[in-house]
């Protein structure tokens, strides 16, 4: 459609769906090229229901770095594939990093939540001082 683009985010970016030769256009390298970065590992192609290769947009991206690192910066392929291999590395990092961060502001949600409890009397949550995050839950003793 004309002026959308797909990003790493949309399914559409990880699909197997362009075959080699497309993939090859898109990417500005010959098919046999192409192959010989399959073999290499530093793209990994789907497999169609008649055995032919499929690659994904994402692939593509990848293959114009590849081609990039080698052509340009004068990177032999060892080092590429190394160059890939942190980079997905980094990318997993920081996906973690970012879920961390959510779990880690649900929780301190959570804190303030239950700081604004202990602040209403008949709460069974006190404050242990007033520099400490962390509450006690108090029960008064009952006469026996």
Partial sequence: ????HIGSGDPAYEAKVLMISVAARMAGMHPQTLRQYDRLGLVQAGRAA?????????????LREVQRLSQDEGVNLAGVKRIIGLERLLEQAQQRIARLE???DAAYRRVAELESLARFPGSDLVPTNRTSTALVVWRPRRDR
Wanted: proline share 0%; no cysteine; glycine share 20%.
């Fill in 1 to 4: 459609m004309a002026g959308e």
């Fill in 50 to 62: 008649g055995g032919g290769r499929r690659y994904s947009v994402r692939d593509v991206v990848l």
């Fill in 102 to 104: 959510a779990e880690l």
